[in-house]
């Protein structure tokens, strides 16, 4: 190649990053991932590099989505779980990562937007994944996952089922001394890692039933 014509090219993409760079200064994350996902397809861009920023971004979009429903939240890293509800109230599911990326910690919120009603756990309890637990079961066509948590009186069950490639997700709130268990449908599910956080919690194999742990042969 020329060096004319290496110039020309290298011009042309100066050009470009310069046409776009108006979209760094947005506040919204998800111009940033536009933006980078446009720079992916240009030859002169490095995939590895612009997989690795797209995938940074990604993460930082996360946080930024869910602080957009939540306020006054504990610290956290990473979303593995945000949906609306029918009744227009907010569930999610974050936690903190380590240097190494790996989670430390789980938190569950529930609430209007900005106005949460529940945070559980408390922000100084330690080994809080402890204070969740999973139960899964899968066959042909048909998984469901199921994480739950007690607090004051009640088992919260936050449910993901498929059945025939049909996907719902559904909270469960039943008081612990009753049979009666009220259900929250997803309307619209905004984050679902579920099975991202899953098996960094304690697994109910429920004795001989029919759940598993994820994993198992």
Same mark, same amino acid.
């Given at each position: 190649?020329?060096?004319?014509?290496?110039?020309?090219?290298?011009?042309?993409?100066?050009?470009?990053?310069?046409?776009?760079?108006?979209?760094?200064?947005?506040?919204?994350?998800?111009?940033?991932?536009?933006?980078?996902?446009?720079?992916?397809?240009?030859?002169?861009?490095?995939?590895?590099?612009?997989?690795?920023?797209?995938?940074?971004?990604?993460?930082?979009?996360?946080?930024?989505?869910?602080?957009?429903?939540?306020?006054?939240?504990?610290?956290?890293?990473?979303?593995?779980?945000?949906?609306?509800?029918? #009744? !227009?109230?907010?569930?999610? %599911?974050?936690?903190? +990562?380590?240097?190494?990326? $790996?989670?430390? *910690? &789980?938190?569950?919120?529930?609430?209007?937007?900005?106005?949460?009603?529940?945070?559980?756990?408390?922000?100084?309890?330690?080994?809080?994944?402890?204070?969740?637990?999973?139960?899964?079961?899968?066959?042909?066509?048909?998984?469901?996952?199921?994480?739950?948590?007690?607090? #004051? !009186?009640?088992?919260?069950? %936050?449910?993901?089922? +498929?059945?025939?490639?049909? $996907?719902?997700? *559904? &909270?469960?709130?039943?008081?612990?001394?009753?049979?009666?268990?009220?259900?929250?449908?997803?309307?619209?599910?905004?984050?679902?890692?579920?099975?991202?956080?899953?098996?960094?919690?304690?697994?109910?194999?429920?004795?001989?039933?029919?759940?598993?742990?994820?994993?198992?042969?």
């Amino acid at each position: 190649m020329d060096k004319d014509r290496l110039y020309i090219m290298r011009f042309d993409k100066s050009c470009y990053l310069q046409k776009r760079v108006d979209l760094i200064t947005r506040s919204s994350h998800h111009s940033l991932i536009s933006f980078m996902r446009e720079l992916a397809g240009n030859a002169g861009c490095n995939r590895y590099l612009c997989g690795l920023m797209l995938f940074v971004l990604s993460c930082y979009g996360q946080a930024t989505q869910l602080g957009e429903y939540f306020d006054s939240l504990p610290v956290f890293d990473k979303v593995y779980f945000l949906c609306e509800t029918d #009744k !227009g109230k907010y569930i999610s %599911l974050y936690g903190g +990562l380590n240097a190494e990326k $790996k989670p430390i *910690s &789980l938190f569950y919120t529930y609430g209007y937007k900005n106005k949460p009603e529940i945070i559980y756990p408390s922000s100084t309890l330690h080994n809080n994944f402890l204070a969740f637990e999973y139960q899964y079961y899968s066959r042909p066509f048909t998984s469901y996952l199921f994480i739950s948590f007690n607090n #004051k !009186g009640y088992k919260y069950t %936050l449910k993901d089922s +498929l059945e025939n490639d049909i $996907k719902s997700v *559904s &909270l469960g709130v039943k008081s612990i001394d009753r049979d009666k268990e009220h259900s929250i449908l997803c309307k619209k599910i905004i984050v679902d890692e579920l099975y991202a956080i899953a098996d960094r919690l304690p697994c109910n194999k429920k004795g001989d039933g029919p759940f598993v742990c994820l994993g198992d042969d």
